[in-house]
């Protein structure tokens, strides 16, 4: 399966993703600080990286950005507690692959987790 990287200030938000993708097959790399999910991909090569917008230094639409100048291949999925359309459209901008509103049902994680990584 797929190499995932999950990057959220909280830490239990990130483990519920890697416990639900773990479950699903991927090996999945769970980070709360952008300076060490950054360092990891400059070293690593993962498939997908989904990534909170609210972050404690940056926000995830930047790392994003950073993200993309290291890796440009690496597809990526937002998560948000706060929606907006300006984090919508600059998520989309920066090259994410979706936009989802947490709290978000495992299934739902599941399936557009499946659904990005099929996607050229």
Do not use: W
Not at 59 to 81: D, Q, S
Request: hydrophobic residues 45%.
């Amino acid at each position: 399966m797929a190499k995932v990287l999950v990057l959220d200030d909280v830490f239990d938000a990130v483990n519920l993703v890697k416990r639900v993708l773990e479950a699903a097959g991927h090996e999945v790399f769970g980070f709360t600080d952008e300076k060490d999910a950054l360092g990891f991909i400059k070293e690593n090569q993962v498939d997908l990286a989904i990534l909170d917008i609210k972050l404690k230094q940056k926000t995830g639409v930047e790392v994003l950005a950073e993200i993309k100048n290291i890796a440009p291949a690496t597809r990526a999925i937002m998560l948000t507690a706060y929606p907006t359309v300006e984090t919508t459209q600059e998520s989309f901008k920066f090259g994410a692959s979706e936009y989802c509103v947490k709290p978000i049902d495992n299934d739902v994680l599941e399936e557009t987790v499946a659904r990005v990584l099929r996607s050229d």
